[in-house]
């Protein structure tokens, strides 16, 4: 009952959704049902393909996970470091915004040359592409601790390891969380275009397969698929935020 | 129990000076308030007593060695954030505990923080709260307690209680009074920054009035044994009247200096120009 109520606002908007789509297709017919076929017939459609989904899930959760924790731990690591040490931003930040400035995907048939196997090379590319938003994220929150804390810290002597993980940390994890929630997005998006090549099962493989050979209803379960996999990981990540995050007045 | 030395202390921030010969000597044991308007490089004094920031070596002294580096032997006490937010308030003496007295027991700790927390008359409740869940008031007596816990000699504080209304104000100044004058012979040495001439009278053996930047001393007033102000009766004690009207002429006296050197520069410039 309390679930309801917390969440009737959403709810709601999601009956909405679906009402809309339903007048759109199966009520007045206003979108073209090979491109948007009847709620009905994808629900009928899910059985028989759950098998198949969750097999996709499992691959995609793989690609993605090994790929984002690298990406975290690399990236919070690597920019805490250059965030704190005046010399190493100075000297890497021209490199930093070069590099970080190429859109991931072009980087697609270098992966596939480079790397020995697709999931090394999918790998490579998500965690690409969360890792450039995390490390920019990780130096400008740390660069903007206020001095305060660290003049605080320094007058209790704390040692740098107690500084950096009782101090540091906690202070520049507002920021970085947010940097943490957009490569989450933008990693879902790399899964898709690294599943489109070379890949034998994976959610976002599901869909283009399908899409090649015109089945727009198993498409659309694929997207309806995807989209409740992400909301229900962005819900796990926001609560895990929360959780870090319970000392800020918004939490 | 420190006593403080300050010698020809000059500092500036890049090329602007901001303390200029800066004479000072303090005996161990003294609550020193650091009086003066805004901007008068009070706070700058504290920051460099502190070890926050540094000074030419030989210019100044804190039991006799020069200060280097923020040490465990001088606890500051902040305006604001005194407290890390992510911390429960308790879990904020207790770092400060951890890193004073190395390898004591968890248990041990927590008995000292909350022997503190009683003698700030809060209660063991509050050992859990975070400090966002805490009034300014009570934040400010955990920051209180934390730099009395680590039992430093020398405790600066920088306008703690700027920010609080006047009752809470009043109370944890009676508090910090209590507590300085409740270790007899061990006592702390104490600098209070402040811009309030009331508050200086109230806490202060000895008040240090700053003049405008660069700052100097333009004048300094020891309270003998026994004279020292009360907040019942001073405003009823002539002689304590006589020195708090005395204190705030000099910094109208000095303010007005200040404009006047200003409107003269001003005019220097247009007439150049």
Request: charged residues 15%; positive net charge; glycine residues 16%.
């Given at each position: 009952m309390q679930f309801f109520k917390r969440y009737q606002g959403v709810i709601f908007i999601g009956v909405l959704l679906v009402v809309g789509y339903v007048l759109l297709t199966d009520g007045f017919q206003v979108l073209p049902p090979f491109l948007f076929p009847s709620l009905g017939k994808v629900v009928r459609l899910t059985p028989g393909y759950t098998g198949q989904l969750l097999e996709g899930l499992q691959s995609s959760l793989f690609l993605l996970v090994t790929a984002y924790v690298l990406a975290v731990a690399m990236a919070i690591s690597l920019g805490t470091l250059i965030g704190l040490k005046n010399i190493l931003r100075r000297n890497l930040t021209p490199y930093i915004n070069a590099f970080s400035a190429i859109p991931v995907p072009l980087l697609t048939p270098y992966a596939i040359h480079i790397f020995p196997t697709f999931k090394a090379a999918s790998i490579f590319l998500i965690w690409l592409a969360a890792f450039w938003v995390i490390l920019g994220t990780t130096i400008g929150a740390v660069m903007s601790i206020d001095r305060r804390y660290l003049e605080n810290a320094a007058m209790l002597e704390m040692p740098p390891r107690t500084k950096l993980f009782r101090v540091i940390l906690p202070a520049a994890s507002p920021t970085i969380l947010v940097g943490c929630s957009i490569a989450l997005t933008l990693s879902f998006m790399m899964l898709a275009v690294a599943e489109?090549?070379?890949?034998?099962?994976g959610m976002a493989f599901f869909i283009q397969y399908y899409s090649d050979f015109a089945r727009f209803d198993l498409v659309m379960l694929g997207f309806f698929f995807v989209s409740v996999v992400l909301v229900v990981i962005m819900h796990g990540f926001d609560r895990l935020k929360a959780r870090i995050l319970h000392w800020t007045l918004n939490n | 129990m420190f006593d403080v030395s300050l010698r020809h202390l000059r500092f500036a921030y890049d090329k602007e000076l901001v303390l200029g010969d800066i004479n000072l000597e303090t005996r161990a044991g003294d609550f020193v308030c650091l009086l003066g308007q805004s901007g008068c490089g009070k706070s700058t004094l504290l920051r460099l007593i502190a070890g926050l920031e540094r000074s030419d070596p030989g210019q100044l002294l804190v039991g006799g060695k020069p200060v280097e580096r923020p040490s465990l032997d001088r606890a500051m006490i902040f305006q604001d954030y005194g407290l890390f937010p992510w911390m429960s308030a308790g879990d904020n003496i207790d770092i400060a505990l951890r890193q004073k007295f190395k390898g004591m027991e968890k248990a041990e700790r927590r008995k000292i923080t909350l022997e503190w927390m009683k003698n700030i008359e809060l209660d063991e409740g509050f050992y859990d709260k975070l400090p966002l869940e805490l009034s300014g008031g009570q934040r400010q007596r955990f920051a209180i307690a934390r730099a009395f816990a680590i039992d430093p000699p020398l405790l600066l504080m920088d306008e703690p209680f700027g920010a609080l209304d006047a009752v809470t104000k009043s109370l944890l100044q009676d508090t910090v009074l209590e507590l300085w004058q409740k270790v007899g012979e061990r006592r702390k040495t104490v600098f209070f920054v402040t811009h309030s001439v009331d508050e200086a009278l109230i806490l202060g053996t000895h008040i240090v009035l700053m003049g405008q930047s660069p700052s100097r001393i333009i004048h300094t007033h020891a309270f003998a044994p026994g004279e020292k102000p009360h907040r019942d009766t001073m405003y009823s004690d002539p002689k304590v009247m006589e020195l708090r009207n005395h204190l705030i002429r000099l910094i109208e006296e000095d303010i007005q200096q200040k404009v006047k050197s200003q409107k003269l520069g001003a005019a220097g410039g247009a007439g150049k120009a």
């Open positions: 489109m090549f070379g890949a034998k099962s | -």
